[in-house]
């Protein structure tokens, strides 16, 4: 099993930050426009792209602290099985948010991608609190012309 | 072990990445400004941020194809022991960069700041590419405030 790892530094509270992770309005400023079921653990968490995505079910919060998902559903197919989490860290005047999506069955092109892609969406998220506008999709950066 | 997985796909021939990933005026336009050393197979590429840096010698080279370091020296001393392989892949108009560092001890903190700094700059990489100016050190976009 592999795992896809990030780190960003943020010059934000974890309160405002934990709010971006687990709710329609935070989630939706930063991957996609179009979230819904966004709330307490057991809730599920449909991410939308062009009508198709991913269903995140909620399986521990921690306030201000860690967020924990685990991908229910079978878009994408080599998500299944896998689970993200997003575990906050204060240090002097930053929030560092570390993010983990574990579980691959491969390391293959498609999660190479999704690696960068993942990059690119915690920069968007950076964005929301530093510059007060992220690009969640449809105004992500692009990383191929497929 | 770990390893670093990333892919992005860039609208330029498998000719035009390879020169960018093997001579110093190339390396030295996407991931830091000071590059030294880049050559054919045996080589060791010393990049250098304000003085301080990896080396790494080239240890496999197959023309607009596949590009693979490893790691020499002590600096960072994570890195020791890890290798660099960058794949070119041509589908349709575009030229996919398959990138890995490979070999991590352990899943850090500092692994997963490389991991989101690896895209960062494999973006830059693609913006030489296709905007003709990327963001090399020290240009680049900085992902904490430490």
Redesign the interface.
Known sequence: M????????I?ATPEAIYELLTTNSGLSQWWTNDVSGAGSVGSIIKFRFNGGGPDFAVTQLTPNKSVIWKHVGNIPEAWMGTNISFQLRV????T?V???HSNWKE?S?F???C??KW??F??SL?EVLETDKGKPFPND?H????
């Not at 240090?91 to 930053?94: P, T």
């Not at 990383?143 to 497929?146: C, L, Q, R, T």
């Open positions: 592999s795992d896809i790892n990030h780190q960003v530094g010059k240090e002097g005047d930053q560092f570390r993010f983990t390391q092109n999660m190479a991608h690696s960068t990059a690119v915690l920069l950076k950066i990383i191929d012309h497929s």
